[in-house]
């Protein structure tokens, strides 16, 4: 909180230009490569965290940073085809690039697949804008696979909505600071406002 009672003090610290409905997330399906213009409707821009090392010391706990964590991160996204190339169904993509890792009837995976280099583990990133559309904070997410390609939920009383699900990514670490896009990535987001 800002240090002074004045209003203007407190607007000017605010700014007013973030907002948590401008981002940009993009990447790639596996081995899909580019795939512009996914629509991606919710995402979160990933937490850091360091475990904790609690050393025993006379009745009181000195404590020590540990080893660094990645819980896997999830996205929503619309059942839709994305804004350009030739990929029709982006949920077909994601589940094909699924079941490079496990066959579903099989229930084996080949081992060049699970290679850093066999181009089936991307990079993402995630893009907070500004109410202009500028770069404010870009993550990015290394070594990307999917974990899981969640449910789209189907009911008669769903009326005056699209059908949507989410995506679940498991990623070796992030960079911070990054450039926006990924390695040879398109677009995969809504359009910067």
Not at 174 to 187: D, H, R, Y
């Given at each position: 909180?800002?240090?002074?009672?004045?209003?203007?003090?407190?607007?000017?610290?605010?700014?007013?230009?973030?907002?948590?409905?401008?981002?940009?997330?993009?990447?790639?399906?596996?081995?899909?490569?580019?795939?512009?213009?996914?629509?991606?409707?919710?995402?979160?821009?990933?937490?850091?965290?360091?475990?904790?090392?609690?050393?025993?010391?006379?009745?009181?706990?000195?404590?020590?940073?540990?080893?660094?964590?990645?819980?896997?991160?999830?996205?929503?996204?619309?059942?839709?085809?994305?804004?350009?190339?030739?990929?029709?169904?982006?949920?077909?993509?994601?589940?094909?690039?699924?079941?490079?890792?496990?066959?579903?009837?099989?229930?084996?995976?080949?081992?060049?697949?699970?290679?850093?280099?066999?181009?089936?583990?991307?990079?993402?990133t995630v893009t907070l804008l500004d109410t202009e559309g500028t770069n404010v904070r870009t993550i990015r997410l290394k070594n990307c696979w999917p974990v899981e390609i969640g449910a789209i939920d189907l009911t008669y009383d769903a009326a005056d909505t699209l059908?949507?699900?989410?995506?679940?990514?498991?990623?070796?670490?992030?960079?911070?600071?990054?450039?926006?896009?990924?390695?040879?990535?398109?677009?995969?987001?809504?359009?910067?406002?």
């Amino acid at each position: 909180m800002a240090n002074s009672n004045n209003i203007n003090d407190f607007k000017a610290a605010i700014d007013g230009r973030m907002r948590p409905n401008r981002y940009l997330v993009e990447g790639n399906i596996g081995q899909f490569g580019q795939v512009a213009g996914i629509m991606v409707k919710a995402a979160q821009y990933p937490a850091t965290s360091l475990g904790i090392i609690q050393l025993p010391y006379r009745g009181r706990i000195a404590k020590i940073p540990g080893d660094r964590v990645y819980p896997e991160w999830t996205f929503s996204i619309y059942d839709s085809k994305p804004l350009a190339g030739p990929l029709v169904d982006t949920r077909r993509a994601f589940e094909q690039w699924n079941e490079i890792f496990n066959d579903h009837t099989l229930n084996t995976a080949d081992p060049a697949a699970l290679t850093t280099d066999s181009g089936n583990f991307t990079d993402w990133t995630v893009t907070l804008l500004d109410t202009e559309g500028t770069n404010v904070r870009t993550i990015r997410l290394k070594n990307c696979w999917p974990v899981e390609i969640g449910a789209i939920d189907l009911t008669y009383d769903a009326a005056d909505t699209l059908t949507e699900y989410t995506v679940t990514l498991a990623f070796d670490y992030i960079e911070t600071g990054a450039s926006p896009g990924s390695a040879g990535s398109g677009a995969a987001g809504p359009p910067a406002p």
